[in-house]
């Protein structure tokens, strides 16, 4: 379970990192999502997103019991800060945008704080396993 957790998070950081590191505008219009001029900002969150992703994956294919990449632990601060900053934004940020970017903003803010529950409840389950 574990395992499939970090891939799963390893892949949403990936896909969000790539978009945003390439951030071009027909996306920007389908998802309904604010545009950012100049676009520097958003491809260097991008690049972070990038690397995280890919310290999920190393974590994923660690086989010793010290951690060789973020952990489940890191993916739960990143995804919750994440997560609550985007609802903030959403409800208090007065953005105006298109439903399907409000749609599309919400259904990313449900993903990080579900995952990260979920991450949290098995990191929780491991920790307990593993105590002297």
Request: proline share 5%; aromatic share 8%; hydrophobic share 55%.
């Amino acid at each position: 379970m574990r395992s499939s957790l970090l891939f799963a998070d390893a892949t949403v950081n990936l896909l969000l990192g790539v978009c945003l590191i390439w951030f071009p505008a027909p996306l920007v219009r389908v998802l309904g999502v604010p545009d950012a001029h100049p676009t520097f900002y958003a491809s260097l969150l991008g690049a972070v997103l990038f690397g995280i992703g890919v310290a999920l994956l190393l974590e994923r294919r660690a086989r010793s019991p010290v951690t060789a990449g973020l952990g489940l632990a890191g993916a739960v601060a990143i995804n919750l800060s994440g997560g609550v900053v985007l609802g903030w934004w959403l409800i208090a940020g007065n953005l105006r945008l298109p439903l399907r970017g409000e749609v599309f903003l919400w259904l990313l803010v449900l993903l990080l704080v579900g995952l990260s529950s979920v991450e949290l409840l098995v990191q929780r389950r491991h920790d307990r396993g593993h105590a002297p």
